[in-house]
């Protein structure tokens, strides 16, 4: 079939196809497949490709045909949630999936596009430019619009000894350090085809380095402990919209979680129950059911974090964690960072979500600093579903404090049954390795979870069931890690810094050559 197809025609078909077919393996490299060597290939097979062309704009072509497969693959549920729940009709759902899957691609389309012109050598664009340029533009991605930071590959990589760097770096260190390791992997296939030992002698040394610089981070010891806390986390696997049931049945179902609690078989200290169990405002509960709440934290002696609307003027609602102790006082922290197009509509889109009919919420964002949750003596940080995307989020949190424990309450059914809810757990496995510090993954439909302050699961619930899951969870005291001090910044200039080494090493090369020709 291929005689038909000229060599021009064989050449972007060929190119074409891998550039795809290399995003959607990114793609697989994230739970719930978990094949993390899939995300180093996926790099190296990308960058050796943007390095065979010098034209610009071919390769923003490969990379971005690369994001498109990275992410349609990656962020498919995108499309569930807008046809289920969303009652997005299927044509326009189907649509708006691919037009977000492309729009994310332009931001590897620019790193490639950026660190070909800025280093036409392909040996040093490989090694350094387009490390660094693909780390930047992920972290805009992250910044952009607000940000929509998820499938960052770093990821993809939680499991593994390189990711030892994110009490140093944060996230993009990770990353940075594993988009690092598959140029350096490029340039060596180069170097290796002209003879150029040394260089493939000093590109080696730096993977070793780099894997070394993260299996010795995951050995410090950030934290000590501090005592425990008894938690059960209440995974009810409720539908995320009360369609058949009534606000009244919910709370009974609620409540049923609660009134099975047997002290005699393990008392605890904290009940917490996901994001979306009560889809209304604290002020708008029904006030028998707000006695029957009370009454049952009073006399079990038991403390209730839970999540709904907080309204302190009439119509102004924020997305609220609330923390319900036996005497009856109340803490509440107000999610801060919104999810566009789901809880507020980012300027200049309103005529689109008029156009398609979709129904949607407009919530007012919390305080940039507000204070911590006191858990039986223990100071506890609360965050809800989408700020758990964001280690800035966290980093926030020791304005007011040092945090012992860390609590993400969320609710992913929205988005299917499986795929969203087993990347955000290892988005919080992340998370928790950044601050050393443990995190509670308190899911609706999963995955309900305890990850240490190492990044290491625990426990955790299956996805798409019921369960509860009651345990002693550790509590830890530690100083604040060098990416709590010092956020993103260090990961940013270093990709800066190899941006700008990569342009002088061309010139250099480029000069050294002309001089050569001269002499």
Known sequence: MLKVFSETQKYWLYRGVLSVASGMSLASAFAPEHMPLCTLAALVVLFYMVAQTNRVWEAGVWGWLFGFGWFASGINWVYYSMYHYGYMPMEWSCVTTVVLSLALGLFPAVAMMAATWITPDAKWRMALALPAAFTLTEWLRGWLLTGFPWLNPAYSIVDWDLAGIAPFMGVYGVLLALVWIAGLIGALWVWYGKGQW????????????????????????????????????????????????????????????????DTNKFKPDVVMLPESVFPTSVQRFPAHQWARLNYWAQTNETSLLFNAFWEPKFDDFANAAVYLEPNGQLTVYEKRHLVPFGEFVPYGFQWYIDSMRIPMSSLRAGADHQPLMKMKGYDVSVNICYENLFGEEWIEVWQTGSPQLLVNLSNLKWFGPLRAAAQHLQISQMRALEVARPLLNVTNSGQTALVDERGQIVHALPTDATGILDIKVP???????????????????????????GFVTTLVTKRSKINKFDA
Do not use: H
């Open 198 to 261: 040394v260089y493939m002698a000093s590109a080696a040394l730096m993977i070793v380095t780099i894997v070394m610089f993260g299996m010795i981070g995951k050995t410090v010891q950030w934290t000590t402990p501090a005592g425990e806390l008894a938690v059960r986390m209440v995974q009810p696997n409720f539908e995320p919209r009360m369609v058949k049931e009534s606000l009244s049945e919910r709370f009974d179902q609620a409540y049923s979680y609660l009134e099975s609690v």
């Open 475 to 501: 509590v830890v005291n530690g100083e604040a890690t060098p990416y709590v001090k010092m956020g993103n910044w260090p990961a940013i200039l270093w990709a800066l810094a190899m941006l700008v080494i």
